[in-house]
């Protein structure tokens, strides 16, 4: 009975995984896509700031880190309120939840305090901006409408930026613990 029971929750999770990643991929009828492909991308790090920003509240230590997460949020946000009406009217609707591999991130995350918080925070934060940098420097904004260039345009500065930002502040807090 209880092989029965566990193969059962077995399938059940392997369901609902199933169904979490479909809600990880954008929706949209016939929309350009490669603003269908930034769209998604935009979101990822948007909601992924915003989650680990929420973290460091509790479990940063240094002040400069809190800071740069409290930045970072407010950006995010900003970036967010700006890119949902240009989606909208382009029919894109982005994914309701994160890509799986930036929900273990998170869960790692949880599991840290203080300095090691500190130094993994801002070791995942150059990470997730390096590689939205490569995704985004492979797309043509040629190929979008004149909002969503600007989007691009706009958004890869500010990733840019803010990379430079955490690479300094990394110098400081050090690098994360390696696992």
């Given amino acids: ?70 930045q970072l949020t407010n950006q995010a946000n900003g970036f967010a309120a700006r890119l949902a009406p240009t989606a909208a009217a382009a029919s894109i609707k982005p994914p309701s939840i994160l890509r799986e591999d930036l929900r273990v991130r998170l869960g790692h995350m949880r599991l840290q305090q203080g300095l090691d918080f500190d130094r993994t925070y801002v070791g995942d934060q150059i990470a997730s901006h390096e590689e939205l940098l490569r995704m985004q420097g492979g797309m043509n904004e040629g190929a979008v409408s004149p909002q969503f260039a600007t989007l691009m345009r706009d958004g890869t500065t500010l990733v840019r930026e803010n990379l430079e930002k955490l690479r300094a502040l990394q110098r400081q807090v050090g690098s994360p613990p390696r696992v």
């Fill in 1 to 70: 009975m209880n092989t029965i029971i566990r193969l059962s929750a077995a399938a059940m999770f392997l369901l609902l995984a199933a169904c979490s990643n479909q809600n990880a991929k954008p929706t949209s009828s016939a929309a350009n896509p490669t603003e269908v492909q930034f769209t998604t991308d935009a979101y990822q790090i948007i909601e992924f700031d915003r989650q680990e920003g929420a973290l460091a509240k509790t479990q940063a230590q240094s002040p400069a880190v809190k800071a740069i997460s409290e």
